[in-house]
C-alpha cells in the first residue's frame, strides 16, 4: 500500500490543523492506521492509531483531549484532526500501516507502510 499524507502547515498555538492520509493498493480496510510524529532532534513517537474498521482508537497522553483519529475506508483515507495546538506539537507527522499489531499502542517497529510525513509547524 502507498500512502501520502497532506495537510500540514505553519499555524499559531490555539489553532487547528487537519491531517490527511490517502492509501492506494492493496485494500485500506486490511490495515490499523497511525499517525506518530518525530520533532527535530527527537525519537519518532507515536500520537494515535485507529483500528481497521474505526470502532477502536488509542491515544498518546499528548494528543488526548485535543487530537481526533478518524477514517473513511470508502475513500481510503485516515484524518487527524489536531485542535488547540501547542508549539510542542511542531513535528514532522507521518501517517502508516499495520496489517497486524498486538495492540494499538504499539511502536513504530509493527508498521509495514509509511508515508512520507507532513511537516506541521506552531509557532508561539
Known amino acids: 500500500v502507498q500512502l501520502q499524507a497532506s495537510g500540514g502547515g505553519l499555524v499559531q498555538a490555539g489553532g487547528s490543523l487537519r491531517l490527511s492520509c490517502a492509501a492506494s493498493?492493496?485494500?485500506?480496510?486490511?490495515?490499523?492506521m497511525g499517525w506518530f510524529r518525530q520533532a527535530p532532534g527527537k525519537e519518532r513517537e507515536l500520537v494515535t492509531a485507529?483500528?481497521?474498521?474505526?470502532?477502536?482508537?488509542y491515544y498518546a497522553d499528548s494528543a488526548k483531549g485535543r487530537f481526533t483519529v478518524y477514517r473513511d475506508n470508502a475513500k481510503k483515507t485516515v484524518y487527524l484532526q489536531m485542535n488547540g495546538l501547542e508549539p510542542e506539537d511542531t513535528a514532522v507527522y507521518y501517517c502508516?500501516?499495520?496489517?497486524?499489531?498486538?495492540?494499538?499502542?504499539?511502536?513504530?517497529?509493527?508498521?509495514?507502510?509509511w508515508g512520507q510525513g507532513t511537516l506541521v509547524t506552531v509557532s508561539s
Open positions: 493498493g492493496r485494500t485500506f480496510d486490511d490495515y490499523i
Open positions: 502508516a500501516a499495520a496489517r497486524l499489531i498486538r495492540n494499538l499502542n504499539s511502536d513504530s517497529n509493527s508498521y509495514d507502510y
Open positions: 485507529i483500528s481497521r474498521r474505526g470502532s477502536s482508537t
